[in-house]
Nanobody, 123 residues
Framework: QVQLAESGGGLAHTGDSLRLSCAAS???????MGWFRQTPGNEREFVAA????????YYGDSAKGRFTISRDNTRNTMYLQMNYLQPEDTAVYYC?????????????????WGHGTQVTVST
């Protein structure tokens, strides 16, 4: 069983940076890991994902050029560095993981989820 716990959310202003962390318990170095975000009344949106080795990354359109996903398998931790934050980045951010075949972009592929961390960006 894998448990995920996000941290690092909070209040930011336009143009600021935040770094989210996702600490995992159990063996996750062979899992695909990703970040999603959700706002009230909307579906959970893909943000970024990173493969097991950490060598291949994927980004949603909203994250390209501003966010960077990384992982440290020795620490069982994944990160999301978010730069140039905008008010539209306000959401609850979730980390997730899966170890079977599936699309990294599809939330249905992910078997394990954290409880989320709130990111609020004000002008």
């Amino acid at each position: 069983q894998v448990q995920l716990a996000e941290s690092g959310g909070g209040l930011a202003h336009t143009g600021d940076s935040l770094r989210l962390s996702c600490a995992a318990s159990g063996r996750t170095f062979d899992y695909v890991m990703g970040w999603f975000r959700q706002t009230p009344g909307n579906e959970r949106e893909f943000v970024a994902a990173i493969l097991r080795s950490g060598g291949k990354t994927y980004y949603g359109d909203s994250a390209k050029g501003r966010f960077t996903i990384s992982r440290d398998n020795t620490r069982n931790t994944m990160y999301l560095q978010m730069n140039y934050l905008q008010p539209e980045d306000t959401a609850v951010y979730y980390c997730a993981a899966f170890d079977n075949a599936g699309s990294v972009y599809n939330r249905e592929s992910y078997d394990y989820w954290g409880h989320g961390t709130q990111v609020t960006v004000s002008t």
